[in-house]
């Protein structure tokens, strides 16, 4: 069977969290209201959906309506192409291709905002299959591990010797339930996230090699 190494998008690849952060979180408080938002907490990994579920434990009076509407007038270009890709993601990439690698990319974020990223990154095309979670009418999000099951069996990819790289905690457990090795990617976190049920950490790029090379 083959080895695959599966990325997620947001906060790996490219640093957009900070982004999301800056222009969600005023949208979120002037939907929501302020007290709503600080009781929601971090948001980092989750969908719109999700997000909603956690409102209406706090306000069963929000709008599920309301939050897409505000979500639908987040400027998407502006996020991908302010936001900085990671370094060394694509000399990663190239490596791992080099390798033998069979290398996917599961994401929250939707397919629009897959390809803004990808043509970004100059070895996009060793990326050989991206699967967009959003909206998807049959794969739960993360931290279901529906997407990574979905990816490594197209690859016909063994879970126990292949590798996802996660930074947030929802796509962490989407992938250890997918019986990956998971690799926290730390890089890009936001202030004060602490990561959670990583089979190891990494702060750079050029670390994941190191690991991969060491299992």
Same mark, same amino acid.
């Given at each position: 069977m083959n080895q695959a190494f599966i990325f997620d998008m947001d906060g790996t690849l490219i640093d957009s969290e900070r982004t999301w952060q800056l222009l969600e979180k005023p949208m979120l408080e002037r939907v929501l209201g302020k007290d709503t938002v600080l009781r929601l907490g971090s948001t980092v990994g989750l969908n719109a959906s999700q997000i909603f579920e956690r409102v209406q434990k706090i306000d069963p009076s929000a709008s599920f309506e309301d939050i897409m509407e505000g979500y639908a007038g987040i400027d998407l270009l502006a996020v991908y192409e302010s936001s900085q890709i990671t %370094? #060394?993601? $694509?000399?990663?990439? *190239? %490596?791992? $291709? *080099? /390798?033998g690698y069979k290398i996917g990319l599961v994401t929250q974020s939707s397919q629009f905002c897959v390809e803004l990223v990808l043509k970004r990154l100059s070895h996009a095309a060793k990326i050989a299959q991206t699967l967009s979670l959003f909206r998807?009418?049959?794969l739960m999000p993360k931290p279901s591990p529906d997407g990574y099951i979905e990816i490594l069996r197209a690859f016909n990819a063994?879970? /126990?010797r292949s590798f996802i790289l996660e930074d947030s905690n929802a796509g962490i457990q *989407? #992938? /250890? %339930?997918? #019986?990956?090795?998971v690799i926290g990617f730390r890089g890009n976190l936001l202030d004060g996230y602490q990561q959670t049920g990583a089979d190891?950490?990494?702060d750079a790029m050029q670390q994941v090699t190191e690991i991969i090379q060491n299992r």
């Open positions: %370094s #060394g993601a $694509d000399e990663l990439i *190239s %490596s791992l $291709d *080099s /390798k998807h009418p049959r063994e879970p /126990k *989407s #992938g /250890k %339930s997918a #019986g990956a090795f190891a950490y990494v």
